[in-house]
């Protein structure tokens, strides 16, 4: 036979069997390949192990969460007056206020069996195996059991069904309302889920018997505050700081911005070859979390008189003004994306504001903008964040807290209801007059005042950096009235035009 009938023959008699074997090969190689993840089991007693005591900031968190701790370290207690673990609790809130924090230091003090999974792990463009590993998980806690489930970013796989076309996600999610209250049952078994968006959650998974609980980390108030800048600081060699004071100017900061800025703080000490962090480490790492790292962007003359204008146009609205918080620092040093800024540092805690109050801050936001068209008679780009936080207030005042002068005693629909075209021009009409009437105060204030605004802009030529006793020495002839403080940290900032900056 021919080497070519030779070869036909071995094809005719072997090729159906290689090639069966070669889609076996291939069929194993794919599933070997498919992502698997294992349940992460987190031991009490792990070399890393977070305590009580080492979260701050969040006690009204950490008392519901001690009571389910409490239970599975003593259920007979509870048990013998018929009360029952509840089978979930969602600790929802915004991003850095210590949700995966407390889940860690209820892994390392209930004793129990604790599995860590986040929920992003579940939902692979596999069909079936996001279910599958929710049921691989339940199982593995139930064989251990007393235990807790800890899911992070649970909106991951319990968002709304029906709101996207993705049904391996809701395959994943019918399989995890089963774990959690079906026929199988949980007894013994706890799920902690963490989540920034509440509101996109599935109701089947908020509903009592699988969620049960929902406790809110929200960010810290003032005592909560320093008692975070007190567990940062333990292991750091502090000398005469004021961790108090730091606390009150950084109202509306969440622990994970506190942690950055004890850690700027001894970074600063470092790099100044200190062996101990001082007040001003700490003025300094604030300065450089809220405003941004010191630019060496090199600014024309003519530039430096403009931001210097700018910044004075701010400074002194928000010195005239009784509804903002005082000038703590004021600088044309570029910093980040902003070419000058002004830094408020409110003195306490506030949860609510007067028509008022949101009216002085918008005043004080175009002030800048306002001082540019006294002194120049034209305006720049570098009011471009402040206009941006300008219309972000003017249109919650309208939107949601019905502030306006014609709809004051209406709350109007929510974006996307069934609203008419009049009534949206209505709103238009009514955010764009409250924005005229913050320009035409801003113009009023500065023109009345034209003398402080250039010994201030003059000052800062000089200076380039304005304290608050710079400030104060400048406004001494000036009565002005009692700050209040909002309960909030802001920059007004003139911005460079290629980024933008948010405060």
């Known amino acids: 036979m021919s080497l070519w009938d030779q070869t036909k023959d071995f094809i005719q008699t072997w090729g159906p069997s290689i090639f069966m074997t070669l889609i076996v090969f291939f069929l194993w190689r794919m599933i070997r390949m498919m992502p698997s993840t294992k349940p992460q089991e987190i031991k009490p007693d792990s070399s890393v192990s977070i305590k009580w005591d080492d979260v701050a900031g969040a006690d009204e968190a950490k008392a519901e969460l001690q009571e389910v701790v409490d239970f599975l370290r003593d259920p007979k207690r509870f048990k013998a007056l018929g009360a029952k673990v509840p ?75 029906g709101s996207d076309n993705n049904s391996e996600r809701e395959q994943t999610l019918n399989q995890l309302l089963v ?37 809110l980390v929200g960010a810290p108030d003032v005592n909560g505050r320093e008692a975070i800048l007190k567990v940062h600081t333990r292991n750091k060699p502090v000398a005469d700081v004021d961790l108090a004071t730091i606390a009150r100017h950084t109202a509306g900061l969440t622990g994970a911005d506190l942690a950055n800025i004890a850690n700027e703080a001894a970074i600063s000490a470092a790099r100044g070859h200190r062996s101990t962090l001082n007040q001003e480490d700490f003025n300094s790492s604030l300065e450089r979390v809220v405003a941004g790292m010191q630019s060496r962007r090199r600014l024309t003359e003519h530039e430096r008189r403009v931001i210097a204008f700018h910044e004075s146009g701010h400074t002194l609205c928000s010195e005239l003004l009784p509804g903002v918080d005082r000038t703590h620092k004021v600088s044309i ?3 980040g994306t902003a070419l000058g800024y002004m830094l408020h540092f409110p003195e306490e805690d506030r949860y609510l504001k007067t028509r008022t109050e949101l009216l002085d801050q918008m005043t004080v936001l175009l002030g800048g903008r306002a001082a540019e068209q006294l002194v120049f008679g034209a305006v720049t780009t570098g009011a471009s964040d402040d206009l941006k936080q300008v219309a972000q207030i003017s249109r919650a005042m309208i939107h949601e807290w019905a502030m306006g002068t014609s709809v004051a005693a209406l709350q ?52 380039e950096v304005l304290e608050r006793d710079d400030i104060e020495r400048i406004m001494a002839d000036v ?20 980024v933008q900056q948010t405060s």
């Open 412 to 463: 109007l629909a929510a974006e996307g209801g069934a609203v008419s075209d009049r009534t949206r021009e209505l709103r238009d009409a009514e955010q764009q007059h409250l924005a005229d009437e913050a320009m035409r105060r801003a113009v009023k204030l500065l023109t009345s005042h034209r003398a402080h605004l250039n010994e201030l802009a003059n000052a800062l030529l000089r200076q």
């Open 479 to 498: 009565e002005t009235p009692r700050r209040v403080a909002n309960g909030h940290l802001w920059v007004a900032a003139a911005e460079a035009t290629d």
């Open 179 to 215: 774990e959690m209250d079906g026929f199988a049952g949980s007894n013994e078994l706890v799920v902690i889920a963490a989540s920034n968006l509440l509101e996109k959650l599935d109701p089947a998974l908020m509903r009592p018997g699988r969620l049960d609980r929902q406790i």
């Open 333 to 335: 040093v570029p910093r």
């Open 87 to 161: 089978k979930g609790i969602i600790l929802h809130g915004p991003p850095g206020t210590g949700k995966t924090l407390l889940a860690k230091a209820v892994a390392n003090e209930s004793g129990a069996q604790f599995f860590a999974q986040s929920a992003s792990s579940f939902v692979e463009m596999y069909s079936g195996l996001g279910a599958k590993r929710i049921r691989r998980l339940f199982r593995e806690a139930r064989k251990h059991s007393p235990a807790i489930v800890f899911i992070d970013e649970i909106d991951a796989v319990g968002a709304v069904r």
